[in-house]
């Protein structure tokens, strides 16, 4: 069935680098797919809707140059973090829409990243 | 704005006790109400859904009744089990399209304890 995956599920990096985190919708195609963040035992932020062909749409207060989205296909979006610092640790999370919004969305399982 | 309030947690139960989780919304429109269950170190997998006023989801013996009167959608089930611990996030949507993303509480930790 439809699936959204994410690679990496963890990845640990030294500060000053940048991470890549991929989003895949898995036997069906999403035009728009959402970046989330969770910091521990808390709710998602959402980030930045990530639209396919055309710029990403920020949220207010994420920085757009840090975290550059990028959404080059129908089945791909890809968050970068840019020059990591610790504070930017925390579990990120991406979504694509079902056929209808009625449906809800699809969830990847989640990409846990430690900027040490 | 679009809202959602869910009860805070944690919850602590006994295994086979009954639980509610308490979730009101505001929305300008009629939104599809979502719960949605997040397991330790897991993305968040959809629980159940309803669509519209009166619309009873159910899955894994949750429940949860669509109520437009009192704008709410309260999750339950009668006998709790010890893998139902996760964090449990109530959600809603106005969008049909799915090209808005959706509305979250801030989710209420359940911990069962055998």
């Known amino acids: 069935g439809a699936v959204v995956s994410q690679h990496p599920s963890w990845v640990i990096c030294k500060s000053g680098t940048s991470v890549k985190i991929e989003c895949r919708s898995l036997d069906f195609q999403a035009t728009t797919m959402f970046w989330y963040r969770q910091f521990p035992k808390q709710s998602l932020m959402l980030m930045a809707t990530s639209n396919e062909g055309s710029k990403a749409t920020y949220e207010q207060g994420v920085e757009k140059d840090k975290f550059l989205i990028n959404h080059a296909s129908l089945t791909l979006s890809t968050l970068t973090v840019t020059s990591a610092h610790p504070e930017d640790s925390s579990f990120y999370i991406c979504?694509?829409?079902?056929?209808?919004?009625?449906?809800?969305?699809?969830f990847g399982p989640g990409t846990r990243l430690t900027v040490t | 704005g679009d809202s959602v309030t869910q009860m805070e947690g944690p919850v602590t139960l006994s295994e086979e006790a009954c639980l509610t989780i308490?979730?009101?919304?505001?929305?300008?429109?009629?939104?599809?109400l979502f719960w949605y269950v997040q397991y330790p170190g897991e993305g968040l997998q959809l629980l159940l859904k309803a669509t519209k006023a009166d619309d009873k989801g159910s899955n894994k013996g949750f429940e949860a009744t669509y109520r437009k009167e009192t704008t709410s959608f309260h999750l339950e089930k009668g006998s709790v089990q010890v893998s139902d611990s996760a964090v449990y996030f109530c959600a809603l949507n106005l969008d049909a399209s799915g090209n808005t993303p959706l509305v979250f509480g801030k989710g209420t930790r359940l911990s069962v304890i055998a």
């Open positions: 308490n979730c009101t919304y505001t929305a300008t429109g009629y939104p599809s």
């Open positions: 979504s694509a829409p079902r056929t209808s919004g009625r449906l809800g969305q699809y």
